[in-house]
Nanobody, 123 residues
């Protein structure tokens, strides 16, 4: 499964961005998907995840209420709407497909990872 994330860019504090991640296989529509991020010098961290049918979503405490994950199974695409961005949101954002139907905040369930897209929030 190949994943392509895009939609990153440079935005000011308080601004918004919408990330998209498209997968190459229709079978990923039956899998949970997640977004993670990695800032320079820091470990990769969980951002948000969604179950195969979108019925349940999961968020890191640091983004809850500001970010929204959603998916369009027909388009094999998962989205991350990011509002009220802060400088600490600056990172490379990566999407991943889980081996399972549910999303997860842990990295081990994710079998396939995309290249990532850079998000930079300036003050």
């Amino acid at each position: 499964v190949q994943l392509q994330a895009f939609g990153g860019g440079l935005v000011q504090t308080g601004g918004s961005l919408r990330l998209s991640c498209t997968t190459s296989r229709r079978t990923s529509s039956n899998n949970g998907m997640g977004w993670f991020r990695q800032a320079p010098g820091k470990e990769r961290e969980f951002v948000a995840a969604i179950d195969w049918n979108g019925s349940s979503t999961y968020y890191a405490p640091s983004v809850k209420g500001r970010f929204t994950i959603s998916r369009d199974r027909a388009k094999n695409t998962v989205y991350l709407q990011m509002n009220s961005l802060k400088t600490e949101d600056t990172a490379v954002y990566l999407c991943a497909v889980s081996r399972y139907a549910t999303g997860s905040s842990q990295m081990t369930p994710y079998a396939n990872w995309g290249q990532g897209t850079q998000v930079t929030v300036s003050s």
